[in-house]
């Protein structure tokens, strides 16, 4: 198992009072699992929204539908602009991590 790696931020709160925010090792009761992601905006913010595509077991239903396959949505996640440049940043970084360790 790869090493934990804790990532702090530090920002200034109310009269300048410096809080490091670092993530609980509390975990929710579940993993949660997602094989498919929808990108979205609004004028506020950025919208993830990460589902489960299950295999596709019954065809007929499918062509009936009109070709629509309804996959279980996992978490909706809105994002405020402002974090989406660190989060960009801190994908790629981890991602060419991951395909260098390959």
Do not use: W
Not at 3 to 14: D, I, Q
Not at 26 to 41: F, H, I
Not at 61 to 80: F, S, T, W, Y
Request: proline letters at 7%; hydrophobic letters at 40%.
């Amino acid at each position: 198992m790869a090493a934990k790696k804790t990532t702090k931020k530090s920002t200034k709160a109310g009269k300048g009072i410096k809080v490091d925010l670092i993530p609980s090792d509390e975990l929710l009761p579940s993993r949660l699992y997602a094989n498919y992601v929808q990108v979205g905006q609004s004028p506020y913010d950025f919208t993830l929204r990460f589902c489960d595509a299950t295999p596709i077991s019954d065809l007929k239903k499918i062509v009936a539908d009109k070709g629509i396959h309804k996959i279980p949505l996992v978490a909706e996640i809105a994002i405020p602009f402002d974090l989406m440049p660190g989060l960009i940043k801190a994908l790629q970084i981890q991602y060419k991590k991951h395909q260098a360790n390959k």
